[in-house]
């Protein structure tokens, strides 16, 4: 008898593919709008892109 042998279906990969696109770090991504921008990325750009802060 075979212990674990022989998957049906591929193993599923987990992980963060996409980074930011600017400095390519793979946490805190802002992906709404299409941005896929970090957080800290967003903050240095978002006047130039239109954003602006309120509180």
């Given amino acids: ?11 599923k990969q987990f992980g963060r593919k996409v980074g930011c696109l ?11 709008y299409g941005l896929h921008l970090c957080r800290q990325c967003f903050r240095d ?6 954003f602006r802060k309120y509180s």
């Fill in 22 to 32: 600017r400095c390519g770090r793979k946490r805190g991504i802002v992906r709404r």
């Fill in 1 to 11: 008898m075979q212990r674990g042998g022989g998957r049906l279906k591929p193993k």
């Fill in 45 to 50: 750009i978002a006047p130039q892109i239109g």
